[in-house]
């Protein structure tokens, strides 16, 4: 069956895309830290988009991050994950697949916060991030993450168990100030990716490594 452009594959090649994103997020944080400015031009901040029309902020908001700490466990999380997705995926699909899910998770919040009526400010990573767990837990399924760093879990349950707690989360409002429709919407987004792109069910190669 001939493929169409939406999973039309990459010719595979392998360049560390997931160290230069690191990079650049560091970067950016250095350059803030700098001159905080940088951040209203950055972050996704909504009457700057919907006044001023900087519809970048929908894709530059994650590469802004509000505290070291915050940068460091996103960029943890990306090195952990990114790395061996990147290679079972190859650099060019993955940086297709950390951006796209990304963006769309930043755009699915902007318009989810504005309809709701809530007053926010988005920047981190998390988005992206939670779609990279995502795309681990399908290309790895037998791996098991320490949570916490001392217990082991089989990655697919992580997903469900992160799944689960996000949606706790944001129904019952508890720790305020998190963006816990970003971390869905990644699981969401990263979902729909391998479904529609890549032709993989998340749930039925669960299924059938289990």
Do not use: C, D
């Amino acid at each position: 069956m001939a493929r169409t452009f939406l999973n039309r594959k990459f010719r595979y090649t392998y360049n560390n895309v997931t160290l230069y994103l690191i990079f650049i997020n560091a970067a950016f944080f250095i350059l803030a830290f700098i001159n905080p400015r940088i951040n209203n031009y950055l972050a996704m901040i909504p009457p700057l988009i919907t006044q001023r029309h900087w519809y970048w902020q929908l894709f530059t908001y994650m590469f802004v991050h509000g505290s070291f700490g915050h940068l460091f466990f996103n960029m943890l999380g990306l090195y952990m994950f990114g790395m061996p997705v990147e290679r079972r995926l190859g650099s060019r699909e993955f940086l297709l697949f950390y951006l796209l899910v990304g963006t769309l998770s930043g755009i699915f919040s902007f318009i989810a916060y504005l309809l709701a009526g809530q007053a926010f400010i988005l920047v981190g990573a998390s988005g992206a991030i939670y779609g990279l767990l995502l795309a681990f837990a399908v290309l790895y399924p037998r791996a098991r993450v320490l949570l916490f760093g001392i217990i082991p879990i089989r990655a697919p349950v992580l997903v469900v168990g992160y799944t689960f707690l996000e949606i706790f989360n944001q129904v019952s409002g508890s720790r305020q100030g998190v963006a816990h429709l970003t971390h869905l919407a990644g699981f969401a987004f990263a979902y729909l990716y391998f479904v529609v792109r890549l032709k993989i069910n998340p749930l039925q190669e669960w299924r059938r490594r289990y």
